[in-house]
């Protein structure tokens, strides 16, 4: 197949200047066949020279060699639109649809060519190889991105293990200002942890955080995904700033930071592996010295220093920083609530509300509070942290239902417990109880006992409960059932005595009978 110049560079030989068959062949170096086809194709078209100059060149070159022409006899292309739709939305791949391919057309292309003539499907019709300009605004993004190559540059003497370090790196959108530094994983903390520090080195607050499609961001709904959208929507809150990642499989969606990353890993890691470092501290301490070396250069292509761009252009545009860092928080997921409605952390367990049983949450833990939230990050209580060996179980009343707070009453209290309480009602509540906790063998044995005279004053008169106490001490009958029977009889008749009196302002039911006022 040959090109437009080649094509029409013959036709001029040929149809213009006249010149002979070996002439045109040698000064286009053409074999026969390819200079015959030209002609015969030339001949065939009907057209003049004049006519091809004012065509389309693609439109030339696919009049001399016509796609099915160019493609081996009997050997069908696939339907590249439908492959298209299915690897823009993540189920397939190019290879696994090659397979599928060669699966229906066991004599088709392989796959070299099989990608050749999709790339080529992709440019006619998506223009997958054109870039959009960008303008970029200042102070407005901030890309981030995990570095790809992972040395192993810190060693330990205890064990004598040397481990990988992890670089998180981040670009400003208009300075190309970046920030990088070495972890042990890229495990979710150290990803907000490097966010934090990031800002904390720029000094201010972009209105978009760019970070790449991290593995557990993109999964489907798992707990994985869930701490990651709930870390997110915090460290949005604190900043107040908004975490916008690029697309899917579109790199160029942050190639800023993809500059930076390749520029760590061409300048930055080779430089670090000149060392061997004892502690990530001081691999970072060097990470950040070489870091201040980059930023304080003269770039070639902004045409000056790149912090100062920064301070010019991007931070006035930022935000300020908040005044409080953003905290440390160690998230956990309890994908379902447990019977006992405690979710344990560290050793722990922290009640939540009974209702919340079976249900998803997710525990955020810092130094000095435990938050439990809904999977909607909706805090639903929020308990001091307990670095006590005991008690184990951190409960709150009102989490429990009605009969669970009634066993827990008894369980927890005390003689003086249950006299306090009495005590409040009246002097003859207290000696009524007095007299009922002596009467049994354990004062433990008085205590249903007690817990019930005392609950069943719950939202009555205490002068009035203290008289049916009074009552029971001077019948000689201070027992549970018997003061319930006398307050039942006293409060039913309470109720009678509290009927309305007759009073000559009060028209009863007759007054609207009219017609007995006549």
Known sequence: MQNYKTIMQV?????????????????????????????????????????????????????FYPEESVRRKKIPLPNFEKIYKSIKNNSSTV??????????????????????????????????????AVNRVPGEKLYIDWVGLRPRLVYNQDDGVVKEAHFFVTSMGVSNMIYAKAYENEKLPNFIDGTRCA??????????????????AVTKHTKDELIINTAYEDLENHYETTILPPPSLKPKGKASVERYVKFVETRII???????????????????????????????????VKRETFETYDKPMM???PDV?????????????????????????????????????????????????????????????????????????SHMPSSHR????????????????????????????????????????????????????????????????????DAGCPTYSYFKKALTITVNSKSKDNNLPKHKNIRGKDFYKWWKRW
């Open 11 to 63: 036709l001029n030989l040929r149809m213009v200047q006249k010149l002979s068959r070996d002439k045109c062949k040698g000064r286009c170096k053409l074999g026969n066949g390819t200079y015959q086809r030209i002609e015969e194709k030339f001949r065939e078209s009907g057209k003049s020279y004049d006519d091809l100059l004012k065509m389309n060149p693609d439109e030339v070159v696919s009049l």
């Open 95 to 132: 290879f696994m649809e090659w397979m599928d391919y060669k699966k229906d057309n066991p004599n088709g292309y392989q796959y070299t060519q099989f990608c050749e003539h999709y790339n080529r499907f992709l440019k006619e019709n998506y223009g997958d190889d054109v870039s959009m």
């Open 199 to 216: 800002l904390e080195y720029y000094g201010a607050v972009p209105k978009y955080l760019v970070p790449d499609n991290l593995k557990a």
């Open 270 to 304: 080779p430089e670090l592996r000149k060392y061997t470092f004892p502690s990530f501290e001081a691999l970072n301490n060097k990470l950040f010295e070489l870091i201040n070396k980059t930023n304080n250069e003269y770039s070639k292509k902004l045409k000056a």
């Open 319 to 321: 935000k300020i920083l």
């Open 325 to 397: 860092s953003f905290p440390l928080v160690e998230y956990k997921v309890v994908p379902k609530v447990p019977g006992n409605y405690h979710v344990e952390y560290d050793g722990h367990y922290y009640s939540i509300p009974f209702s919340y049983y079976d249900k998803t949450v997710v525990v955020k833990a810092t130094f000095t509070d435990i938050k439990i939230v809904d999977e909607n990050n909706c805090l639903i209580y929020k308990h001091p942290r307990s670095y006590k060996v005991f008690p184990k179980y951190i409960t709150i009343d």
């Open 406 to 473: 009634f066993y827990k009453e008894i369980n927890e209290a005390t003689s003086d417990d249950f006299l306090r309480r009495a005590n409040r009602i009246g002097p003859n509540m207290g000696k009524l109880c007095k007299i009922v906790m002596y009467s049994f063998k354990h004062e433990e044995q008085s205590y249903n006992s007690l817990n019930g005279i005392l609950h069943s004053c719950d939202g009555l008169s205490y002068v009035m409960c203290d008289e049916v106490a009074k009552s029971c001490i």
